[in-house]
């Protein structure tokens, strides 16, 4: 049943003029940094040269376009989810989905994965523009495999909290914009408050700040540290906002 409603949420971000509107949107702004990052590099290709050590492609090029798809992605999923739940609500659909024979767990969980399934289409489009300079340079496997990791990861959290956010009223709009404010909450308090616990020295309720702070679970990875650490930290915030998610409808059931 999971898949059967992945499948109907892919179908419908596939026929959806916002969905592809995202995308198209996402891809130029994507494809203009990369090409222009490219076109820096090799300006500056000679002056590498020289260097003992020199930074390659995948450094000067590839990790700024996952770190710009990042901060893109903080936008573009908020649209992408905020119809989700809140439609079906506004519309009147989501009671047949509560009274059909699913658990809220399964309904949740298949929302999430057909969203996913369309994000993971923009990752892959993402991971294309450095694969294109395969056969020209040489590059740093490894890094692009972290890099790729931790926007995935990225993703996920995302997508689970504005999936949270849909849940919480019948405006798809209302959705967006809660969402969207809840994860630029995160990602300034959560660091702030990591920070300001590691100083007084607390370093076990800085490590619980740190789940909350995804742009710094984003970090090591995209510098190529595959650290534990920061993989556990967005699937821990991705699984809270989902159970959360789940607890809400389950609350809509129970009520009727």
Known sequence: ?????????????????????VLTVVQVILGYGFLKRLDDFLQIQSQLAQLASPPGVTELVAAPTYATAAA????????LAMRMIAEERRNQTMSLLLSAPISMTEIIIG????????????????????????GATSLDIGLLATLTLALLLLTASFAAVSLY???LTAQPMAAALLSFGLLLA???????????????????????????????????????MLDSYAIACPLLLAAVFLILAIRR????????
């Open 72 to 79: 893109v992605l903080l936008f573009a999923v908020p649209l």
């Open 165 to 167: 956010a849909s849940s």
């Open 186 to 224: 995160m990602l300034f308090m959560g660091e702030t408050a990591g920070d300001s616990l590691r100083a007084r020295g607390w370093p076990i309720p800085a490590a619980f700040a740190q789940v909350f702070s995804p742009l710094r679970n984003f970090e090591p990875l995209g510098k190529g």
């Open 111 to 134: 929302k999430f994965t057909g969203l996913m399934a369309f994000l993971i289409l923009i990752i892959l489009l993402v991971l294309a523009m450095p694969l294109t300079l395969t």
């Open 1 to 21: 049943m999971i898949f059967t409603i992945a499948g109907k949420e892919l179908r419908a971000l596939f026929t959806s003029p916002l969905a592809w509107l």
């Open 249 to 256: 409808l389950d609350g809509r059931r129970l009520r009727g």
